[in-house]
């Protein structure tokens, strides 16, 4: 069973940055693709930010320019720098990894990241 662990939320005012950490308990590059997906109070999951196994990204509209997406295969975590937060940033984030083939996908417990003044 693979477990990824999500970490570096928390409350930060408007325009403000945070860097999310979600490490696997497996290599990374074992996946097809590793991501960002988001939660806000009442609404659906959506996808924030992917990364392939071959180092290609893939983000929403709402963050591009704001967020960027990176990983460190020796440490088998991947990152989501988030800057120019904005309230409507609000949301439970959750790390997510699919697998070659099934396109089976894992998913972490989920982070809160609060903007508010």
């Known amino acids: 069973q693979v477990q990824l662990v999500e970490s570096g939320g928390g409350l930060v005012q408007p325009g403000g940055s945070l860097r999310l950490s979600c490490t696997a308990s497996?290599?990374?590059?074992?996946?097809?693709?590793m991501g960002w997906y988001r939660q806000p109070p009442g609404k659906q999951r959506e996808l924030v930010a992917t990364?392939?196994?071959?180092?290609?990204?893939n983000y929403a509209d709402s963050v591009k320019a704001r967020f960027t997406i990176s990983r460190d295969t020796a440490k088998n975590t991947v990152y989501l720098q988030m800057n120019s937060l904005k309230p409507e940033d609000t949301a439970v984030y959750y790390c997510?990894?699919?697998?070659?083939?099934?396109?089976?996908?894992?998913w972490g417990q989920g982070i809160q990241v609060t903007v508010s003044s």
């Open positions: 497996r290599n990374i590059f074992s996946f097809y693709a």
């Open positions: 990364i392939t196994s071959s180092g290609n990204t």
């Open positions: 997510n990894a699919v697998e070659f083939g099934t396109r089976h996908d894992y």
